[in-house]
């Protein structure tokens, strides 16, 4: 049995949503509200230390933490579709635009930053939502000038094979839509995101349709 500790709101959860429902492995996912605090009681902090999702646990091992570290983990267990391509300079690639979106921009967008703006820097419900679509908007403005300039772009982030830079990206682009950025001069990522939320592995990783989640089409928000 595989559990994952998420949230519906998750960006981070939401990757290895996607990555389990492209592999077909079946789990059980256990929500966490980050809002309600309950990632820093002391049972959750037993499971991850951080006080963050997500979580994924196989077999009653160890936890493992981090999406991009959970994505290659299953990507070794289950090569079957590949999320990463053979080639080594193009695995580079796709980790490097993965990279981009989930540990240069996401960390900035979290909970604890939000927490850390309002309690110590007196950030209002405001400042605080334009802090996060500044960063929101940057990733994906600079993933818009690679893939734009790169020939090895394609139907996705890497020719036409779907990988783990199309799963950061589509996060990313979640949250941004959610929080209101405008991406219609962004049409190579907006391409790429809409392709992907066509998807059946996508569509039922949804934030919107997670335990938890307000009814309202169209949006997500960010954590």
Same mark, same amino acid.
């Given at each position: 049995? #595989?559990?994952?500790?998420?949230?519906?709101?998750?960006?981070?959860?939401?990757?290895?949503?996607?990555?389990?429902?492209?592999?077909? #492995?079946?789990?059980?996912?256990?929500?966490?509200?980050?809002?309600?605090? +309950?990632?820093?009681?002391?049972?959750?902090?037993?499971?991850?230390?951080?006080?963050?999702?997500?979580?994924?646990?196989?077999?009653?091992?160890?936890?493992?933490?981090?999406?991009?570290?959970?994505? +290659?983990?299953? +990507?070794?267990?289950?090569?079957?579709?590949?999320?990463?391509?053979?080639?080594?300079?193009?695995?580079?690639?796709?980790?490097?635009?993965?990279?981009?979106?989930?540990?240069?921009?996401?960390?900035?967008?979290?909970?604890?930053?939000?927490?850390?703006?309002?309690?110590?820097?007196?950030?209002?419900?405001?400042?605080?939502?334009?802090?996060?679509?500044?960063?929101?908007?940057?990733?994906? +403005?600079?993933?818009?000038?690679?893939?734009? /300039?790169? /020939?090895?772009?394609?139907?996705?982030?890497?020719?036409?094979?779907?990988?783990?830079?199309?799963?950061?990206?589509?996060?990313?682009?979640?949250?941004?839509?959610?929080?209101?950025?405008?991406?219609?001069?962004?049409?190579?990522?907006?391409?790429?995101?809409?392709?992907?939320?066509?998807?059946?592995?996508?569509?039922?990783?949804?934030?919107?349709?997670?335990?938890?989640?307000?009814?309202?089409?169209?949006?997500?928000?960010?954590?």
């Amino acid at each position: 049995m #595989i559990k994952l500790y998420g949230w519906w709101r998750s960006l981070a959860a939401y990757r290895v949503r996607v990555a389990l429902n492209l592999k077909r #492995i079946a789990y059980e996912e256990q929500m966490v509200d980050l809002m309600a605090g +309950e990632q820093l009681t002391k049972d959750f902090k037993a499971i991850n230390p951080q006080a963050a999702v997500p979580a994924l646990i196989v077999d009653e091992a160890a936890p493992l933490t981090q999406s991009l570290a959970i994505l +290659e983990y299953l +990507e070794e267990r289950h090569p079957q579709p590949p999320l990463l391509p053979s080639d080594p300079r193009a695995r580079a690639r796709v980790r490097s635009l993965a990279l981009l979106f989930a540990a240069d921009h996401h960390p900035l967008i979290t909970p604890r930053v939000n927490r850390y703006l309002a309690d110590s820097l007196g950030a209002d419900d405001a400042a605080r939502a334009a802090w996060s679509r500044h960063w929101l908007r940057q990733s994906l +403005e600079q993933a818009q000038a690679r893939l734009a /300039a790169d /020939a090895a772009s394609g139907l996705y982030c890497h020719g036409d094979c779907l990988s783990i830079a199309d799963i950061a990206l589509t996060s990313q682009w979640l949250g941004a839509r959610g929080l209101g950025c405008d991406t219609r001069d962004l049409p190579v990522v907006s391409r790429i995101a809409d392709a992907c939320l066509k998807l059946d592995a996508f569509a039922r990783a949804h934030p919107l349709v997670q335990p938890g989640a307000p009814q309202r089409p169209n949006a997500s928000s960010a954590s």
